[in-house]
């Protein structure tokens, strides 16, 4: 194993169910890594006009119930958290963490309660997926909290590169395995099989070259060449197939004045993935 990497993970949690899942999937990971845990409620009043002095209870209301039993998943796992509520919009707060303050962000991927409800797929989720600075792992509802078998989504792109440099950091520090996959546009019918097969070879060869960070630490990799799929297709396909407890893919960079990041791969996998998955933004 190597040198520690990840050091603190922030996992948003509004009291809902999908809260508390992301927040013992963290704890498991953060038990593994040895990493930190920062559990963060954005609370915005649900009223414009309010006293001081009920704004003022109605914040400390909502920090006991984080620290006494929001948090609860995390210490039933045997971890010490650090609780912080931060007033505003939670697209806000959670959108711009940045690798100063952590090197993961987490949260579920649906949910509904607590007053501000911020973990619905289609709304705050999709918002920080497009715009956070750092990884992004979003958790799906009744999965495995254990880490064993990491598929990571490879190209030989700077995206994708950025995916495999976290991806190192991660299994570096723990006893996983990899499964690197690509997936190869469909061939027109005319082509024989050998030069399939022959291109099939050639990008396993390519795939070991773009996971050298990851094997560099000892970690066993798999490569996967995946054909006539969608990439977004091929990569949750090998996810189930091979039993994968986390799905690894890099994004974009940010352009243009909306500042949206993700492509048509990250944002179909994002939507249909039914593992852990983790978005990787490109190195700042």
């Known amino acids: 194993m190597s040198e520690v990497q990840l050091k603190r993970f922030i996992v948003g949690v509004d009291g809902s169910d999908a809260g508390a899942a992301a927040l013992r999937w963290t704890a498991q990971l953060a038990v593994r890594v040895g990493a930190e845990v920062l ?20 914040f400390d209301e909502r920090s006991a119930l ?7 998943p995390a210490r039933d796992a045997g971890i010490s958290v650090t609780t912080e509520v931060r007033l505003g919009d939670p697209r806000d707060v959670l959108a711009t963490a940045d690798d100063s303050e952590a090197d993961l962000v987490v949260l579920g991927r649906t949910g509904q309660g607590g007053g501000p409800g911020f973990l619905h797929l289609g709304s705050v989720v999709e918002y920080i997926a497009h715009h956070t600075r750092v990884p992004l792992a979003v958790i799906p509802p009744y999965v495995s909290e254990t880490v064993d078998r990491v598929v990571v989504g490879v190209d030989g ?8 440099i976290w991806c190192a950091d991660l299994v570096g520090s723990m006893d996983a395995e990899v ?4 997936v190869e546009a469909p061939y027109p019918e005319w082509v024989s099989s050998s030069v399939v097969e022959g291109s099939s070879r050639d990008l396993e060869q390519l795939i070991e070259e773009w996971v050298a960070p990851i094997s560099e630490t000892g970690v066993t990799v798999t490569p996967v060449v995946g054909r006539d799929l969608h990439p977004a297709d091929g990569l949750i396909g090998v996810a189930s197939a091979r039993r994968g407890d986390l799905l690894i893919v890099g994004t974009r960079g940010a352009g243009g004045f909306s500042g949206l990041r993700l492509g048509g791969v990250a944002m179909k996998v994002l939507h249909r993935a039914a593992i852990p998955m983790v978005l990787v933004p490109p190195a700042s």
């Open 157 to 164: 792109s700077a995206e994708s590169s950025a995916a495999v």
């Open 66 to 72: 984080l620290a006494d039993e929001w948090v609860r």
């Open 179 to 182: 499964v690197a996959v690509t």
């Open 39 to 58: 559990v963060v409620n954005a609370y915005q009043h649900p009223y414009a006009k309010v006293t001081r002095a009920d704004r003022e209870s109605r």
